[in-house]
């Protein structure tokens, strides 16, 4: 079965970090374009990142560039998302999502991990 | 960065009955290589989101056939043709032609009347 499973989330302080990683299972986790969406509660949709196959090619929402962090390990078939310096807006779930190169969207999605940051 | 429109943001629908929603980008959505890469996502309460439509008309895998998408350029529409219980749920557009960054429409509440 194709699966993604975030993990990592948690209740952090404003400055504090977090380290996000999702689990790829069921697919060539290798060959694919890796990204990161996040909604805040009761919001929408929020687009933060993005990876390609082998790394050369990331990209960020320019609302977040320098405070996060996207990487992979493909031996590992994993994506993280290292999130440094949060600020009370960086609250919410945060998905992983893979990108099919054939019809440009994300075709599978995480469950999502829950990023709470609150003094 | 492009702005994704959507219209209604919430839409009460009688079981059985047809809806539509609509969405709208601040730019043309047809890539240099002659595609539109606009597609339309479902998130029912609780879950992460599902992806129903690609590139406009094309409906994903195991997406039954009363969802349809058409449109062009920055107009484009999801259409549910009879409305069942399991459709409700928030529907995104999110356009990737003007990559970075991905944008998505604010989400449209589908609910039962």
């Known amino acids: 079965e194709v699966q993604l499973v975030e993990s990592g989330g948690g209740l952090v302080k404003p400055g504090e970090s977090l380290r996000l990683s999702c689990a790829a299972s069921?697919?060539?986790?290798?060959?694919?374009?890796m990204n990161w969406v996040r909604q805040a509660p009761g919001k929408g949709l929020e687009w933060v990142s993005s990876?390609?196959?082998?790394?050369?090619?990331?990209y960020y929402v320019d609302s977040l560039k320098g405070r996060f962090t996207i990487s992979r390990d493909n031996t590992k078939n994993s994506l993280y998302l290292q999130m440094n310096s949060l600020r009370a807006e960086d609250t919410a779930v945060y998905y992983c999502a893979r990108e099919r190169p054939d019809i440009e969207t994300f075709d599978i999605w995480g469950q999502g991990t829950m990023v709470t940051v609150s003094s | 960065d492009i702005v994704m429109t959507q219209t209604p943001l919430s839409s009460p629908v009688t079981l059985g009955q047809p809806a539509s929603i609509s969405c709208r980008s601040s730019q043309s959505l047809v890539h240099s290589d002659g595609n539109t890469y606009l597609s339309w996502l479902q998130q029912r309460p609780g879950q992460p989101p599902r992806l129903l439509i690609y590139r406009v008309s094309n409906r994903f895998s195991g997406v039954p056939d009363r969802f349809s998408g058409s449109g062009a350029g920055t107009d484009f529409t999801l259409k549910i043709s009879r409305v069942e219980a399991e459709d409700v749920g928030v529907y995104y557009c999110m356009q990737a032609t003007h990559f970075p960054p991905y944008t998505f429409g604010q989400g449209t509440k589908l609910e039962i009347k």
């Open positions: 990876i390609s196959s082998s790394s050369d090619s990331i």
């Open positions: 069921g697919f060539s986790f290798r060959y694919f374009t």
